[in-house]
């Protein structure tokens, strides 16, 4: 059985104090984990050594938002793995369909970091998506193909054991939106069987496939019912303390 993994994204939100206040909420309503559930919290770049620093005493992992593909040197305004592993972070949130959208972010690029942080030590979670109008034009599963193919580009059997899979419809990003449990679960299914297609059933099996798009308390017991969807990646909804904990809580039904 594959665990569940809860990650919190909260983009460019919460500067120190309500940084350091949303953690302690969080510690308060959920002083341990169900056994079958992991938690990951992503701040923005300024509160992570805060955030480090309080969660040494608690069951939650820390991640980043972003990482350059480089090691170091003159690339102002970037954050080198380096410094994500010296402040704590485990994970690291890779090709957010915000990243593609503002930052011109391409599959290859994306695949660049993806192979610089699984080196490091870190675990990339993935993230693939289509947009509105290609959903609309019937084209799902041709451009989640692609984006498969192209971030995992390079990357051993070994590599995807510490590799998670995010699927965020754009169209469902921040929009009060949401795929269905239906739509979401065929889209998992598909990258689930394009692992397997790549790395053999074994790999495909062991590997957690995330939905990210809107998801509320109100939702994330059934979306996370489908049998392939293995968690989520949250956005508005984890910077309240009650609404995030109300996912992580329905992810161990």
């Known amino acids: 059985m594959r665990k569940k993994l809860i990650a919190g994204n909260w983009k460019m939100n919460k500067d120190l104090p309500e940084s350091a206040e949303l953690v302690h909420s969080l510690m308060s309503q959920l002083p341990t984990l169900p056994s079958n559930v992991l938690v990951v919290l992503c701040p923005p770049f300024t509160s992570l050594s805060t955030a480090a620093e309080l969660l040494k005493a608690s069951p939650f992992k820390l991640g980043a938002q972003n990482m350059s593909e480089h090691d170091d040197g003159a690339f102002t305004g970037e954050?080198?793995?380096?410094?994500?592993?010296?402040?704590?972070?485990?994970?690291?949130?890779?090709?957010?369909?915000?990243?593609?959208?503002?930052?011109?972010?391409?599959?290859?690029?994306?695949?660049?970091?993806?192979?610089?942080?699984?080196?490091?030590?870190?675990?990339?979670?993935?993230?693939?998506?289509?947009?509105?109008?290609?959903?609309?034009?019937?084209?799902?599963?041709?451009?989640?193909?692609?984006?498969?193919?192209?971030?995992?580009?390079?990357?051993?059997a070994l590599d995807l054991a510490k590799v998670v899979v995010a699927y965020e419809p754009v169209w469902a990003i921040g929009t009060g939106r949401n795929a269905t449990p239906q739509q979401a679960e065929e889209v998992h299914q598909l990258i689930r069987r394009l692992i397997a297609d790549l790395y053999g059933n074994p790999v495909a099996e062991g590997v957690l496939v995330l939905y990210g798009g809107s998801v509320k308390p109100d939702n994330a017991s059934d979306l996370m019912a489908q049998n392939d969807i293995d968690g989520a990646l949250v956005g508005g909804a984890c910077l309240k303390a009650d609404s995030f904990s109300a996912i992580i809580r329905a992810a161990k039904m």
Request: aromatic share 6%.
């Open 79 to 156: 954050i080198s793995w380096k410094m994500l592993k010296s402040v704590g972070c485990e994970y690291v949130i890779l090709g957010h369909s915000e990243r593609r959208q503002y930052f011109n972010e391409s599959d290859e690029l994306i695949n660049r970091k993806a192979k610089k942080a699984i080196v490091a030590g870190l675990r990339p979670i993935l993230c693939v998506g289509e947009t509105l109008d290609e959903r609309e034009k019937g084209i799902t599963s041709s451009v989640v193909t692609t984006q498969i193919k192209g971030v995992l580009s390079g990357l051993t």
